[in-house]
């Protein structure tokens, strides 16, 4: 078992240095796995964010949610282990392939209403998304060479949220004329199922990390396979790990509000069709907001410590407008006394608020998600120790998202739901800051879990690196 030989990374022998586009060039592969979460993740979050899973009643989308988040706890911190053991393919196709399963669960949903199967569903999923989201997590930060993280991570996410954006499409145009319907109709979900399916398929084109060369000619990862033993040992090593524990926080509140935001905001505002358009703005403000902090992040300072802070005073300033403005949103109504429902072409000004603070609650997730996993990728540089790491970081999300559908599902008030999540975020500040200061360093010898090639090599090591990439035997290894 490990990270197997490939027969497209000695397909085409062109230097590094002169295109971006090779097959096993960073920006290919990260470009891969940014699609392959537009088909499956990206329609799941266009799902989940009609609010309910699209059905009028929450209730079985919320429990489906809850199994998923729990087993997606546990998944996706042994996640890690499980892609540094079988490798990206194997990980990724067998993780897509659950999200077609939860999808189809809904579509039963509409005609039997019994909320067993969905639940069932969600945990399958959980098991598959902690798998897809550590292999994701381990070739977004590990792939891109150390100054070019935040591009990458801006990239990924830029692709992986225009599926949300598709997604939101679908619902809105397939229900465009049931301007009185709560729950949309089965073609909604089969479009959402075709969509998950080519991703499960797309997954099967990501190279191995050993097979992947940077723009500066070193490669990804030195180390060819992992053991069961050596991943559970590194695995049990992370609970002890300081810089994880700093990091606890922000893993807990990233998801913790998409539960409020999906069904108490956009499901309890707003009409069915305008969900769905609300939805494409939720996710298009996504594709802005990781740009504008990978850039930050990337190319505002000289030193990387001082664009890390820099960067998380933005987002703090940011968080606490926006949360502030949904504040003054929230006291307007409750679960005793809900909104009437909004539409975009009927409701005239009424709609224009709450419509920017849904769109500004997107544009503050990717912003708060790409920061933290900039901060990830500045602890390491092998896609062996980031595998763990994103592991960890989705684990610890997942067990808070768990949660926040409980805490919604018992009709907890909507206000202190408001409050529990922005003082989350609120509290992750400070945190990333002494992370920051205390493990981000602008040498980049000083950092843990550096490979042996990750200086800059000279012309001749590139050339052979090159040389080796493509021309040196596949060992096919079964997993």
Not at 261 to 279: A, D, E, I, K, S
Not at 408 to 424: E, F, P, R
Not at 457 to 476: F, H, L, M, Q
Request: proline letters at 4%.
């Amino acid at each position: 078992m490990g990270f197997e030989g490939d027969e497209e990374a000695a397909a085409i022998q062109i230097s590094p240095k002169y295109s971006l586009f090779r097959y096993n060039s960073p920006l290919v592969q990260v470009s891969l796995i940014g699609l392959v979460c537009f088909c499956c993740p990206g329609m799941f979050n266009a799902l989940s964010g009609m609010g309910g899973g699209g059905q009028l009643d929450p209730t079985a989308a919320n429990n489906a949610n809850t199994a998923l988040y729990t087993t997606f706890s546990v998944f996706g911190i042994l996640g890690g282990g499980v892609y540094n053991i079988f490798g990206p393919r194997v990980t990724l196709a067998a993780g897509c392939s659950t999200y077609v399963l939860y999808a189809g669960s809904f579509l039963c949903y509409n005609h039997h209403h019994d909320q067993t199967f969905s639940v069932v569903a969600g945990a399958v999923l959980g098991i598959g998304a902690g798998l897809l989201w550590a292999g994701q997590g381990a070739i977004m930060t590990s792939y891109p060479t150390a100054t070019r993280k935040g591009t990458y991570i801006s990239l990924f996410w830029s692709i992986f949220n225009m599926g949300g954006v598709v997604g939101g499409l679908i619902p809105f145009i397939m229900n465009y004329h049931r301007t009185e319907a709560e729950s949309v109709n089965d073609k909604t979900y089969i479009a959402f199922m075709c969509f998950m399916s080519a991703g499960a398929a797309l997954s099967l084109a990501i190279l191995p990390p050993s097979r992947v060369i940077r723009d500066d000619g070193t490669r990804c990862t030195n180390i060819k396979y992992s053991k069961v033993s050596t991943e559970a040992i590194e695995i049990l090593k992370l609970s002890r790990n300081w810089k994880m524990r700093l990091l606890f926080p922000a893993a807990w509140a990233s998801n913790f509000f998409y539960s409020y935001q999906f069904n108490n905001v956009n499901g309890l505002m707003f009409n069915l069709r305008t969900r769905g358009l609300n939805n494409v703005f939720y996710w298009g403000a996504q594709m802005l907001g990781s740009v504008g902090i990978g850039y930050v992040l990337d190319f505002s300072f000289q030193s990387r410590r001082t664009r890390g802070l820099v960067g998380i005073g933005i987002v703090a300033l940011f968080g606490t407008a926006i949360w502030g403005g949904g504040l003054a949103s929230q006291l307007n109504y409750s679960h005793d006394d809900p909104p009437k429902r909004l539409d975009f072409k009927t409701s005239g000004n009424d709609f224009a608020g709450p419509f920017v603070l849904y769109f500004s609650y997107g544009l503050l997730d990717a912003m708060f998600q790409s920061m933290v996993y900039w901060v990830i990728g500045t602890l390491a540089d092998d896609s062996e120790t980031l595998s763990r790491y994103t592991g960890f970081y989705k684990g610890v999300q997942s067990a808070g998202a768990a949660v926040a559908w409980q805490v919604d599902t018992h009709k907890v008030s909507l206000l202190s739901q408001l409050i529990i999540n922005w003082s989350l975020t609120t509290v992750s500040y400070p945190l990333l800051v002494v992370l920051v200061m205390l493990a981000v360093k602008d040498d980049d010898k000083s950092k843990e879990g550096t490979t042996n090639g990750s200086d800059l090599p000279s012309a001749p090591t590139i050339a052979g690196n090159i040389a080796k990439d493509y021309n040196e035997p596949v060992n096919s290894t079964s997993t």
